[in-house]
């Protein structure tokens, strides 16, 4: 009852930080986005048909009365039809979202686990060569250009110039075969780029809880190396861990990857994204605003609740 | 292809990638030969080329029966039903409904008689247009407001793609995404990263007459188009178009060998995969590995001056007026064409005077050069007679998209101009973040100094000259806003002439009064290479309308299955 309540006290207290972020939003759209008007018009435009494609595009309306109507296609969460393509915006999000969750929660999940893994070695070696060695590579995973690091990985397992093993670009899923053919060069290349910043951030934070007392106290009881990893460090880290991981989730289901997306040629809700930004399709990007103001919500309360479940001492109150 | 179409309706035609889609998925009245170089149009929905009237104002076309539309929910039964004059007329009246959001009107606006009108009054599909008649079943008749030797280029174009009523009543604005169409092909799926075809089962019968099509043997018997003699396209059962933005993604998945078949190969490449530019020989490895052809785009690029701003225009001071002239001709006379050609299009380009580009019949290969060959003491001189001197030279700004390659080409041209003294810090890059936001600078006559390429819509020079048609001015197409009385004059004089040597007279007039006046630095013309498998035999091109060889590709499957075994 009391998570019940917490959870709707939440909801209603995220309608504040929904509202600003899609009045935000609108305004940068409306004001400092691209003009679809001049991406629908032929190659002699006459002024009328200028203004015609405006006001079909509504954008001769007042702009209260445009927010308006984006807050009620977001309580309606019907967000009308492609500017572009003419589809369905909850159509065009229900074919892509899916697309983009399965190509990029390996790599999420991956590096991650990996991240945590790799900085628990590290600090338990720390200063030693196996922590200097780690931490080099993610210097080298944060320092090299994700861009290039998809290049190179493409060329080396997918290119008839490298091992030839993986398909160069698309998306041609039927099967678990099909998939794992599919995924794993963006994979590895994202697992490559996330493992430098993960395992950094996660090695501060567990090298942070190892040097409390509580730990040196446990360690001079003599407590085993696994179960002080266990039970006194990693526990105890689990709050930034958590509101690292958590805070990812948002962007991970609506924003894909743009960057795996467009040079895996991969048609996930990141490329359509992008597009609808430098096109200037604003039911696209209501769409995908609202879908992130809304997740993040959600997130947020998700995180109290997991805060509390791995942290007594945190009250939902 | 290097982008994908942001919509699939005939409407919305208005690019190379458009067009490939729509002239797949859909029928138009006209098209272009697969193999005749130049272009040449031929009937396509239409039974023979139009009846037209002595004064050149009645267009009779008569159309095939037995073309049927795919079947979709969209008819009674799901059964497509067989394409009518009715037809053709709906879909050109799409073109003036707002509702619509059409692109091509520009091709038959104050040309159709009554078709202007017909929107003024609301756009009711339920009235008739006096000069857009489907006569009976099979025939359909335009009257024009005056003569339109072009009407017949603009049918072939995927603007002008036959479109079903009940499609565009059932779906909507829907027929950006959804294709119900007559062509050799139909969609099964697309996205923003593939578009995918299969076989129309229904498409008719029509034999491959490949001489009727323009087959050279001297230049296209490498090809192995011969075996497709005699048989009805379409040949391939499934066709896939994978849109892929980045180059070295595109050239892997081609170099693959199982993915990508044709690639317009990207720049970064063509160092590496030609032995010799002049004349153009591939690499023996690459030789022996693919076809490779190359030709010369049906486009220019070239930069326009905007007369509108009285720092380099027009001006109410005839005096300074006068000065401006010398200003632009001198900095015409400064660009340095050959260099840009070897930086940026490997020295591929064909560099020409003028606005009309080589691949038109009207083109004059004997037209003086003098206009790109570069005179930094002839510009000079120019500037030191007309007053003009680094403190009273004007602040340009140039404006193009935000990019690397843009600003690279800024800062060439700069470089170019210091030459004769013209200060960095007076010509100055814009850059706009998207293609739309610097469409609509162009659009509104806000950039000074517009770098440009431009496509041709058909291979007639009246497609580059109404480039500087006073009337086409902001926000149309002519983005320098010339307004020369006696260009527009000619113009509209050659624009009711049927081909003739009179009208190329008239052309090649219009063309030197442009550069006389110096409106533009023009121009050059790309050269494009075409890479596609050995097992795959066709002639492909890119140009005028893209796309519409693809229903005349077929695989040799006895190369494949050798390519298959690593041979």
Known sequence: MEVLQFAVRKLI????????????????????????????????????????????LGYDRPFFVRYGEFLKELVTMDFGLSDSTGEPVNHMLGRTIPISLALVAPGFILGNLLGVLLALVAAYNRSGWIDKAIMGFAVIGMSVSFLIVIIAFQIIFSSSYGLDFFPV????????????????????????????????????VLVEEMTRDHVRTARAFGISPVKLFYKHILKNALIPIITRVMFSIPLVVVSGSLLIESYF?????????????????????????????????????????????????VSLN | MDSAPSSIDPVQARNVYVNTVTLNAYDT???????????????????????????????????????????????????????VAEDIVYSLKRHFDPAQRPAGA????????????????????????AGLRALDRYTVQF?????????????????????????????????????????????????????????????????????????????QKDTGVEVIHGRSPPFLDRLEIHFIDDNSARWNSFTKGDETQFLLVPNEQVDSMLSSKDPITAEPAYANKYHIKWYLEAGLVFMS???????????????????????????????????????????????????????????????????????????KKLLKDNGWTAENLPTLEYGAQAGVSQRLFFEQFRGFMVKIGYPTDKLVLKQYATFGDFSKAMSLSQLQLVAKGWGLDYPDAENTLQLFYGPNGSPGSNDANYNNPEYDRLFEQAAVMQPSPERTAIYRRMNQIAIDDCVAIMALSRTRIMMWHKDVIAMPDREIVGGFFMKYVDIDKSKSSALDKGN
């Open chain 1, 169 to 204: 670009r698309g998306w041609n899923v039927h099967s678990m075969g099909d998939y794992v053919m599919y995924v794993t060069v963006p994979t590895l290349a994202s697992v490559f780029v996330a493992l430098g910043y993960n395992t950094r951030f996660y090695r501060a």
């Open chain 2, 106 to 129: 520009w091709l038959w606006q104050g040309r159709i008689m009554g078709l202007d009108e017909w929107k003024a009054a609301g756009s009711d599909y339920s009235k008739d247009v």
């Open chain 1, 265 to 313: 040629g991969i048609p996930g809700v990141g490329k359509i994204t992008f597009d609808a930004i430098t096109s200037g399709d604003q039911p696209v990007l209501k769409a995908v605003v609202s879908l992130t103001a809304v997740l993040f919500v959600i997130t947020l309360l998700l995180t109290d609740i997991l805060y509390r479940a791995v942290d007594p001492r």
């Open chain 1, 13 to 56: 207290g995220g309608i504040p930080l929904v509202l600003g972020v899609t009045l935000i939003s609108f305004v940068l759209m409306v004001y400092y986005g691209p003009d679809k008007t001049f991406e629908l018009l032929g190659k002699n435009p006459t002024a009328e048909e200028i203004a015609e494609i405006r006001s079909e």
């Open chain 2, 305 to 379: 001056f905007n007369l509108n701003f009285p720092e380099i225009g027009y001006n109410v001071d005839p005096e300074r007026e006068r000065r401006n002239k010398a200003l632009r001709c001198a900095m015409i006379k400064t660009f340095d064409w050959e260099r840009r050609n070897e930086s940026f299009y490997y020295g591929l380009g064909r560099i020409f005077p003028g606005i009309i580009t080589p691949v038109v019949p009207e083109f004059d290969p004997d037209l003086s050069k003098e206009s790109v060959t570069r005179d930094i003491e002839g510009a």
């Open chain 2, 143 to 219: 009257k024009l407001v005056k003569p339109y030797p072009q009407l017949v280029y603009t049918l072939a174009q995927g603007y002008a793609a036959i479109v079903p009523r009940e499609a565009v009543e059932k779906y909507g604005r829907e027929m950006g995404s959804h294709a119900v169409g007559s062509g050799p092909f139909k969609i099964v799926s697309y996205d923003s990263a593939r578009i995918v075809f299969e076989k129309n089962e229904k498409f008719r019968q029509e034999p491959v007459d490949i001489y009727y099509e323009g087959y050279d043997e001297a230049t």
């Open chain 2, 29 to 83: 009245l006209f098209s272009f030969k697969y193999l005749a170089r130049p272009y040449e149009v031929k009937p396509n929905v239409a039974a023979d080329m139009p009846e037209i009237s002595d004064d050149g104002l009645t267009y009779t076309i008569r159309i095939k029966q037995g073309v049927y539309f795919v079947d979709d929910p969209a008819f009674e039964g799901g059964i497509g039903r067989e394409l």
